[in-house]
């Protein structure tokens, strides 16, 4: 039995279990990541129900709530602060109200985003590696998604930093200074931002002809706590290090207070550098150098690409280029020592 033709883009959008947009996208031609089986889905419904594209497009256009959502693991890391401070900009500036969600309120619901949360807008920022990437598919069928700060294998929307290159500016300055056994913190290597770091560290290496050595990398989470732990870790290891890359700022403030507790001096005995910069990092004892990434523009640049996505223009991902070395008080030239401290 066909349907009249009252019915509504969002009735068809939720029986086929997807985004109004998505169903837009497919019956316009336009080019949209779903799944085949997805596809194939609302194709059939659409036969079914003897929808027609231009009425379609109409009520996309009535449908759309003029509202974005972001999802960050939580809003204590000041990384996402600056994030989320572009990304409400941008969103200010193009007319949409942006809803930021923290997966700590996951523990309280069964879905890493409410439907009552997808309901309400119209596209969704995922700037937290947290969520499987199978997660991160199965959404894509439901709203027009943009990854931040992340990289998922299949899906080609996301706005990340030149990680890479962020890290291998921070190793060289590290190799300017006189070090050679450098050791690295990185963030979990199942996510892109781990690989693209550790992949800088290994290059800004490379490039002077000094071997990695494993015994001085601990892969660890993107968190004070993790950083604590994997400082403690490189304490034990058989090659001394005389300099860190840590992966991010949390991670090197809980690498700095480790440093505090065994009674190693940053940077007369360990000089740190790291990714990311917030004010906190020159409040800190000593101030920590690091390389600021652009993380305020990925966040502009997150919402520009999802409100494309939105209006039907699909755009593959962007990497946001501009790396800046902050010098400050926990990196210095390195001089080799008779007494060296040893905690084996």
């Not at 913190?185 to 002809?209: H, V």
Request: a neutral charge; glycine letters at 6%.
């Amino acid at each position: 039995m066909r349907c009249s033709k009252m019915v509504t883009l969002k009735e068809i959008a939720e029986r086929a279990g997807v985004h109004p947009s998505v169903i837009s996208k497919v019956v316009n031609g336009k080019p949209v990541s779903i799944r085949d089986d997805t596809r194939n889905r609302i194709l059939a419904l659409l036969k079914e129900l003897n929808y027609q594209p231009n009425k379609a497009a109409q009520n996309l256009k009535k449908g759309s709530n003029r509202a974005i959502g972001m999802v960050v693991p939580d809003f204590f890391n000041t990384v996402y602060a600056e994030i989320i401070h572009g990304a409400e900009n941008m969103a200010a500036q193009l007319e949409y109200t942006l809803f930021v969600y923290s997966l700590k309120q996951k523990e309280l619901q069964d879905d890493y985003l409410p439907r009552s949360i997808k309901q309400q807008i119209d596209g969704i920022l995922i700037a937290s590696s947290d969520i499987d990437d199978s997660d991160v598919l199965a959404l894509m069928d439901e709203l027009p998604l943009v990854l931040v700060n992340r990289l998922s294998k299949g899906i080609d929307s996301y706005v990340v930093a030149d990680d890479s290159g962020g890290a291998k500016k921070a190793v060289a300055h590290l190799l300017e200074l006189g070090h050679t056994q450098i050791a690295h913190i990185s963030g979990p290597l199942y996510t892109g931002t781990g690989l693209n770091r550790f992949q800088g560290y290994r290059a800004a290496l490379n490039e002077k002809d000094i071997p990695f050595h494993p015994a001085l990398m601990v892969e660890a989470p993107y968190s004070l706590v993790g950083g604590y732990n994997a400082m403690n870790e490189l304490f034990k290891a058989p090659v001394q290090p005389t300099a860190l890359f840590a992966s991010n700022l949390l991670v090197a403030i809980g690498a700095l207070k480790a440093c505090n507790e065994h009674n190693i001096r940053v940077p007369d005995d360990l000089s740190i550098v790291t990714l990311h910069d917030a004010e906190i990092a020159a409040m800190m004892t000593p101030a920590l150098t690091t390389v600021k990434l652009p993380l305020y523009e990925m966040g502009e640049t997150a919402v520009k690409q999802l409100v494309s996505l939105i209006d039907e223009n699909h755009k593959k991902g962007t990497v946001v280029e501009g790396t800046e070395l902050i010098r400050r008080g926990s990196t210095k030239k390195w001089k080799r020592k008779k007494n060296s401290y040893s905690l084996l």
